[in-house]
C-alpha cells in the first residue's frame, strides 16, 4: 500500500521559517516527479513546488519564488520542502504528492499526480 505522510506543519509567525518533510512508503519513487501543494479555506489546490526525479527541474509558484527551496532524497524515498520569511497569505493545508509512472520533468498540475499525503497544516500568523 502507497503511503505519503507529511510532517513538520505547524504554527510560525510572519517572517519565520518551517520545514515539511515527506515520507513515502510503498513504492519507489525515485524516478518521478514529486511535488507540494497548498490549499486555503475557500480556495482551489495550488501548486507549491515540484521537483523532477533527477532534483534537476524545478518549478515554483510565483509567490513562494526565492523564499521556498524543495529538495528530495531519492535513497530515502523522501521530499522536503524549506520555508522561509512565511507570510500569512502562506496559511493553508500543505499536501506532499507523487507521480507513479517514470517521468522526467517537475510538474504543475494535480492531476499530474496519482498519490497524496493527508496534509498537514501550516498558520502563519501576522
Known amino acids: 500500500q502507497v503511503q505519503l505522510a507529511e510532517s513538520g506543519g505547524g504554527v510560525v509567525q510572519a517572517g519565520g521559517s518551517l520545514t515539511l518533510s515527506c515520507a513515502a512508503s510503498?513504492?519507489?519513487?525515485?524516478?518521478?516527479?514529486m511535488a507540494w501543494f497548498r490549499q486555503a479555506p475557500g480556495k482551489e489546490r495550488e501548486l507549491v513546488a515540484a521537483?523532477?526525479?533527477?532534483?534537476?527541474?524545478?518549478n515554483y509558484a510565483e509567490s513562494v519564488k526565492g523564499r521556498f527551496t524543495v529538495s528530495r532524497n531519492n535513497d530515502k524515498n523522501m521530499v522536503s520542502l524549506q520555508m522561509n520569511s512565511l507570510k500569512p497569505e502562506d496559511t493553508a493545508v500543505y499536501f506532499c504528492?507523487?507521480?507513479?509512472?517514470?517521468?522526467?520533468?517537475?510538474?504543475?498540475?494535480?492531476?499530474?499526480?496519482?498519490?497524496w499525503g493527508q496534509g498537514t497544516q501550516v498558520t502563519v500568523s501576522s
Open positions: 504528492a507523487a507521480k507513479l509512472t517514470v517521468h522526467f520533468d517537475a510538474l504543475t498540475s494535480p492531476a499530474d499526480y496519482d498519490y
Open positions: 521537483i523532477s526525479w533527477s532534483s534537476r527541474r524545478l
Open positions: 510503498g513504492h519507489s519513487f525515485s524516478q518521478s516527479p
